[in-house]
């Protein structure tokens, strides 16, 4: 049959294998999130003796998707399509999709079948594989393997055996939209962030289990040539495999580092002016510190630079008997995100209730997070004792870091 051209093109990643996703520049917050550069939602089309597509797209970018897989190949030809990953990123467009290419087979995990018939109320039938199983393409043997917990219970990934391409869904993935595909063609100081970014932001609370599940993957020694997320660029580099998988295993040990974060809100400048003394005695004492005023930061870029800390120091006066708007709203979010190994401390100002303190050690003490100096709290403003002392503070917490670390 003769192609037609059309406005969205397939990328090839092997001779068999193609990216069919879509580019979303604009999309700004995802649940809570915030991806500045956009993101990609990747699905792959896998030219097999029965043509399969591993993945979705987003329910706006459907046409799309039909468009790139159109400039490779008549759409209706898809006889198996692949959910390794139900939320609604990945699967939203799934009931359409298997209308549009009348799919005689769609699979999913045990656990992606529940998911899949409570966001479609059954209006798919979907087939699970088994942990391990495979799927005959006839020409191609596909094997997938579950991830439970990166990102969702439902997830797995799949191995493609013959073109050696694990398809790794929301596991070494990132919010990066970009017209450069692959890896190997990007910023790696950006994919750096991103990778970390998406990390601490996604699949950091599950991190004891994700451990589990790549050492179980990386037991199986399949031959890896290709990692195709379903989020950002792909890896098809042995440099960049390795260099995504080294970041991985960072990311999941959560091993404290030589860096403090301090976070903190200000009424009237007084717990700004504290926290500016803390950073000097951390610096001081020869250790890395991120300050954070709230004012204008997001809690997605505080739990980034949370991902890699050894220390993290909070700040907050008192307003209505209760902390900061912004610092609950940024605790609750690290709180839910668990990270492990951080040590801190706590520090503010008050009028008349030093409320702030003790909320602010509720939150720490419920992350985990063990206090190993202060508090310091000031009345109003703070005297140049009372700077010494925030100073101080900074100054004991980096160097019982430097102990450990
Ligand atoms: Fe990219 Fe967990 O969805």
Same mark, same amino acid.
Request: include cysteine.
């Given at each position: 049959?003769?192609?037609?051209?059309?406005?969205?093109?397939?990328?090839?990643?092997?001779?068999?294998?193609?990216?069919?996703?879509? !580019?979303?520049?604009?999309?700004?917050?995802?649940?809570?999130?915030?991806?500045?550069?956009?993101?990609?939602?990747?699905?792959? !089309?896998?030219?097999?003796?029965?043509?399969?597509?591993?993945?979705?797209?987003?329910?706006?970018?459907?046409?799309?998707?039909?468009?790139?897989?159109?400039?490779?190949? #008549?759409?209706?030809?898809?006889?198996? =399509?692949?959910?390794?990953?139900?939320?609604?990123?990945?699967?939203?467009?799934?009931?359409?999709?298997?209308?549009?290419?009348?799919? /005689?087979?769609?699979? $999913?995990?045990?656990?992606?079948?529940? $998911?899949?018939? $409570?966001?479609?109320?059954? $209006?798919?039938?979907?087939?699970?594989?088994?942990?391990?199983?495979?799927?005959?393409? +006839?020409?191609?043997?596909?094997?997938?393997?579950?991830?439970?917990?990166?990102?969702?219970?439902? /997830?797995?990934?799949?191995?493609?055996?013959?073109?050696? =391409?694990?398809?790794?869904?929301?596991?070494?993935?990132?919010?990066?939209?970009?017209?450069?595909?692959?890896?190997?063609?990007?910023?790696?100081?950006?994919?750096?962030?991103?990778?970390?970014?998406?990390?601490?932001?996604?699949?950091?609370?599950?991190?004891?289990?994700?451990?589990?599940?790549?050492?179980?993957?990386?037991?199986?020694?399949?031959?890896?040539?290709?990692?195709?997320?379903?989020?950002?660029?792909?890896?098809?580099?042995?440099?960049?495999?390795?260099?995504?998988?080294?970041?991985?295993?960072?990311?999941?040990?959560?091993?404290?580092?030589?860096?403090?974060?301090?976070?903190?809100?200000?009424?009237?400048?007084?717990?700004?002016?504290?926290?500016?003394?803390?950073? #000097?005695?951390?610096?001081?004492?020869?250790?890395?510190?991120?300050?954070?005023?709230?004012?204008?930061?997001?809690?997605?870029?505080?739990?980034?630079?949370?991902? #890699?800390?050894?220390?993290?120091?909070? +700040? /907050?006066?008192?307003?209505?008997?209760?902390?900061?708007?912004?610092?609950?709203?940024?605790?609750?979010?690290?709180?839910?995100?668990?990270?492990?190994?951080?040590?801190?401390?706590?520090? +503010?100002?008050?009028?008349?209730?030093?409320?702030?303190?003790?909320?602010?050690?509720?939150?720490?003490?419920?992350?985990?997070?063990?206090?190993?100096?202060?508090?310091?709290?000031?009345?109003?403003?703070?005297?140049?004792?009372?700077?010494?002392?925030? /100073?101080?503070?900074?100054?004991?917490?980096?160097?019982? !870091?430097?102990?450990?670390?």
């Amino acid at each position: 049959m003769q192609l037609m051209p059309q406005p969205f093109m397939a990328v090839p990643v092997t001779d068999r294998v193609y990216w069919v996703g879509a !580019l979303d520049w604009h999309i700004a917050d995802f649940h809570g999130y915030r991806t500045e550069r956009g993101t990609t939602y990747n699905a792959f !089309l896998v030219l097999a003796d029965k043509v399969t597509l591993i993945d979705t797209v987003k329910r706006p970018f459907l046409d799309e998707m039909l468009y790139r897989i159109s400039s490779v190949i #008549d759409p209706s030809k898809i006889e198996v =399509i692949v959910s390794n990953h139900s939320e609604m990123d990945h699967s939203g467009s799934l009931i359409e999709t298997a209308k549009a290419v009348n799919a /005689s087979k769609v699979y $999913a995990s045990a656990n992606g079948v529940k $998911a899949l018939d $409570a966001h479609f109320h059954h $209006a798919l039938d979907v087939e699970a594989v088994p942990n391990a199983g495979s799927v005959s393409l +006839g020409t191609m043997t596909l094997q997938c393997f579950e991830t439970k917990m990166i990102h969702w219970p439902d /997830s797995m990934v799949s191995f493609l055996h013959e073109e050696k =391409i694990l398809f790794s869904q929301d596991a070494f993935g990132m919010h990066l939209a970009t017209s450069n595909l692959f890896a190997d063609e990007n910023d790696r100081h950006v994919m750096q962030w991103e990778a970390g970014k998406y990390y601490a932001n996604i699949v950091m609370p599950y991190s004891a289990i994700v451990a589990t599940t790549l050492e179980a993957l990386a037991g199986l020694k399949l031959p890896i040539a290709t990692i195709a997320p379903d989020h950002g660029p792909i890896w098809r580099t042995p440099d960049d495999i390795a260099w995504i998988l080294g970041l991985y295993a960072k990311f999941v040990a959560q091993k404290p580092t030589r860096k403090v974060v301090i976070v903190h809100d200000t009424m009237w400048g007084s717990t700004d002016l504290m926290a500016r003394a803390v950073a #000097d005695g951390v610096r001081a004492a020869g250790v890395k510190v991120q300050e954070i005023p709230m004012h204008g930061a997001h809690r997605s870029n505080v739990a980034t630079e949370v991902l #890699d800390a050894g220390a993290l120091i909070v +700040g /907050s006066p008192t307003m209505n008997s209760t902390i900061y708007p912004a610092m609950a709203d940024v605790l609750t979010y690290l709180k839910g995100l668990k990270r492990k190994n951080l040590m801190g401390a706590v520090f +503010g100002s008050f009028g008349w209730g030093a409320n702030s303190i003790k909320e602010l050690t509720d939150y720490m003490t419920a992350m985990g997070v063990e206090l190993v100096a202060g508090p310091v709290k000031v009345n109003y403003v703070p005297t140049r004792d009372d700077l010494l002392q925030c /100073s101080a503070l900074g100054k004991a917490v980096a160097e019982e !870091l430097k102990k450990r670390c």
